[in-house]
């Protein structure tokens, strides 16, 4: 780990899944990866749809799917997630690792009241939970304690979610991951959401927030990641990486934004099967020459990849 204040550090880290039903053929969401998450503050990850940013919660989980390769680290609680046995992995997910996943109802056992499920699933972690503590998380997520004794059938999408969100805080992880944690939901849930998130932020978790959904990065991150096809193009403090960017990827991003005239990134996304490994994705995408340079510093903090050229 490179400093004490590190919640999370991806080193070097490079994963490839089998393309299904290809013999030979490999799906690249993460290449070369380096990037710390502080504890003590949120990380937001942005990109497209399709750029690999949710493998990579995946990953810190411990979950990625068979057959999977990997190469590189990723540091959490002390240990390599990557290498780590299974016994080790059951030890941080939970209060280690939390998740917070994009649709929570999937999460939630059908035939059990959320009451049960919730209790179930202190208890596994250690924290023995009475029906007034259940009662009491619920609050925490403006949840009354009635939903206790419901079934997952009977609440909305939103309610799932705060259930979902209220169970991974409980637990107070050292690493808080929360894969579009507000895509979908009404304006107050997404607020409660964002509002949970800096708590846990606050009690000295590191937070990564995984988000196509810039505004929502804006307004929730202290520290940005843009990725692209895999690579992590700029990343920096959210002040300045959202609002004064250097690298032309995440120009795009902000112009397609409602305020900016809803202007599309140009061409098409690029696919992550077996991409070259010395061709910048993001450069061939739009037509534009670039070496794939690595990140290098542009400011205090703030890192980019690409020819300086290319990204004008
Ligand atoms: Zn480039």
């Known amino acids: 780990m490179s400093s004490a204040a590190t919640g999370m550090e991806l080193v070097d880290l490079s994963i490839r899944i089998p393309l299904p039903g290809t013999p030979r053929r490999w799906v690249?969401?993460?290449?070369?990866?380096?990037?710390?998450?502080?504890?003590?503050?949120?990380?937001?990850?942005?990109?497209?749809?399709?750029?690999?940013?949710s493998v990579l919660a995946l990953a810190a989980m411990g979950?990625?799917?068979?057959?999977?390769?990997?190469?590189?680290?990723?540091f959490a609680r002390d240990i390599d997630v990557l290498?780590?046995?299974?016994?080790?992995?059951?030890?941080?997910?939970?209060?280690?690792?939390?998740?917070?996943?994009?649709?929570?109802?999937?999460?939630?056992?059908?035939?059990?009241?959320?009451?049960?499920?919730?209790?179930?699933?202190?208890?596994?972690?250690?924290?023995?939970a009475r029906p007034i503590d259940i009662a009491h998380l619920l609050r925490t997520v403006e949840l009354d304690a009635e939903t206790a004794r419901r079934y997952p059938h009977e609440v909305s999408g939103g309610m799932a979610q705060r259930v979902l969100i209220a169970l991974t805080c409980a637990l107070e992880p050292t690493i808080l991951v929360a894969d579009e944690p507000t895509s979908a939901l009404d304006a107050d849930t997404a607020a409660?959401?964002?509002?949970?998130?800096?708590?846990q932020a606050n009690r000295g978790a590191a937070v990564v927030l995984?988000?196509?959904?810039?505004?929502?990065?804006?307004?929730?991150?202290?520290?940005v990641a843009v990725m692209y096809a895999g690579q992590i193009l700029e990343t920096g403090p959210a002040r300045v990486a959202l609002r004064a960017p250097a690298h032309d990827y995440t120009r795009a991003l902000l112009a397609a934004l409602p305020e900016n005239g809803l202007i599309p990134p140009p061409g098409t996304p690029s696919s992550l099967v077996d991409p070259h490994p010395?061709?910048?994705?993001?450069?061939?995408?739009?037509?534009?020459?670039?070496?794939a340079a690595?990140?290098?510093?542009?400011?205090?903090?703030?890192?980019?990849?690409?020819?300086?050229?290319a990204r004008c």
């Open 28 to 53: 690249y969401p993460a290449r070369d990866i380096s990037l710390p998450f502080h504890a003590g503050s949120i990380t937001a990850i942005v990109g497209e749809s399709g750029c690999g940013k």
């Open 63 to 74: 979950l990625l799917p068979a057959g999977t390769q990997t190469s590189g680290s990723i």
């Open 83 to 128: 290498a780590a046995t299974e016994s080790e992995l059951r030890n941080v997910r939970g209060r280690g690792v939390g998740l917070i996943p994009q649709s929570a109802a999937t999460h939630l056992t059908p035939v059990r009241t959320i009451g049960s499920t919730m209790a179930e699933s202190l208890a596994i972690h250690g924290f023995p």
């Open 192 to 199: 409660l959401v964002r509002r949970q998130l800096r708590d």
């Open 210 to 223: 995984i988000t196509h959904d810039l505004v929502a990065a804006r307004a929730a991150a202290d520290h």
């Open 278 to 291: 010395a061709v910048c994705p993001w450069h061939q995408r739009v037509g534009v020459s670039c070496s």
């Open 294 to 309: 690595s990140l290098s510093a542009v400011g205090a903090d703030h890192l980019v990849a690409c020819d300086s050229a």
